[in-house]
């Protein structure tokens, strides 16, 4: 996601030794950086067992100078000089910089704040090279850096280049931020509020498209989710008639009730398509196949019960109280064509 640049590296090396509060530029050939620049720590054989042991010890002073307190900072600081000197004296000091970090830790009675500075900030350096994708150890690093700022000063600007060229997936997790926040608006909202509804799925959708920009998507959950969202019309609420018509949910969202004498006569209509489903019933009567004059209006075409076969039409009404009509209904339906359709799960429950 991220690649360690050539300025990284080279704090990497230069903090661990130090350069005082001073940024001093680091020549050599210990570490080689990517445009073919040598780093040295040392006049000796950096490989050498005595100068790797060393340079371990000075590695493990330097993180607990990194994190002193001005309670213990003597000691620690103490500690990390001396393990510079033995540094100097296992591998060498052509360049002079482990031994300009000893002048400046001096007798280690004052507290050195760039020097700290200096050292959490290679720590985090450190940490980061271990574990390059990792953006909370990159965003530490970034404060880091910016303390160092504060605390010593950036002269040539090679602090603030190295924070500008590092990306922590600040874009990724700003957005990722965003959508859930819009995810959270979006499923408080009320779906019967079609404009509020619509709002915040389209919000919701854009912040998600927003986070595949800058996170990728590599499973495609988000996706999913955006093409589920679809064009954000509110979704459909349930009609008082509801039925399976070849496999097909229908919904007819509206029912009129007309009372003609002893008769309720009942029309559903599916709004969005303009497909109907009329029938009667005589009032207060219930029990099984007690509908008349059922058709089912689809496509304009126009379709009655078919009563033979395996799946003949059937009817079931539990409920007719004058007021509240409810039941079920299925089987086979016809044209005039004979051609069939089969509907399943029918169920009417109207108020009126």
Do not use: H, R, W
């Not at 574990?131 to 010593?152: E, M």
């Amino acid at each position: 996601m991220k690649k360690i640049t050539y300025y990284i590296l080279l704090l990497f090396v230069g903090l661990l030794i130090f350069t005082s509060c001073e940024d001093e530029q680091l020549t050599g050939d210990f570490f080689s950086t990517p445009d073919g620049q040598d780093v040295v720590i040392g006049d000796g054989d950096p490989d050498s067992e005595t100068c790797q042991t060393a340079f371990d010890a000075l590695t493990t002073a330097e993180a607990a100078f990194a994190t002193a307190t001005e309670d213990n900072y003597t000691t620690v600081c103490s500690a990390y000089s001396q393990a510079l000197i033995i540094t100097i004296e296992a591998c060498g000091d052509a360049s002079g910089d482990l031994q300009a970090t000893v002048d400046a830790l001096g007798d280690c009675s004052t507290f050195n704040v760039c020097a700290q500075a200096e050292s959490q900030a290679a720590a985090a350096a450190a940490a980061l090279q271990n574990d390059p994708d990792n953006n909370d150890l990159c965003l530490a690093y970034k404060d880091a850096l910016t303390n160092q700022i504060i605390a010593c000063g950036d002269g040539s600007g090679a602090l603030q280049d190295i924070i500008d060229a590092l990306d922590c997936g600040e874009a990724c997790i700003a957005a990722q931020e965003a959508s859930a926040e819009a995810q959270v608006i979006f499923e408080a909202v009320d779906p019967l509020d079609e404009d509020a509804y619509t709002a915040a799925c389209a919000d919701y959708s854009m912040a998600l498209q927003a986070e595949i920009d800058a996170c990728g998507d590599s499973d495609g959950t988000l996706l999913a989710i955006v093409q589920e969202l679809g064009d954000c019309s509110p979704p459909e609420q349930p009609g008082p008639v509801q039925v399976t018509i070849n496999g097909e949910f229908k919904n007819f969202n509206t029912a009129d009730v007309t009372v003609n004498g002893s008769t309720l006569e009942i029309l559903a209509t599916d709004i969005d398509t303009g497909d109907t489903f009329t029938f009667s019933v005589v009032l207060l009567q219930t029990g099984d196949n007690v509908l008349q004059d059922e058709v089912m209006t689809i496509d304009t075409v126009a379709y009655v019960p078919f009563l033979s076969g395996d799946t003949p039409f059937e009817n079931n009404v539990s409920s007719n109280t004058g007021s509240q009509l409810t039941g079920t209904f299925s089987g086979s339906m016809e044209d005039t064509d004979g051609n069939l359709i089969t509907t399943t799960d029918g169920t009417f429950d109207i108020v009126f």
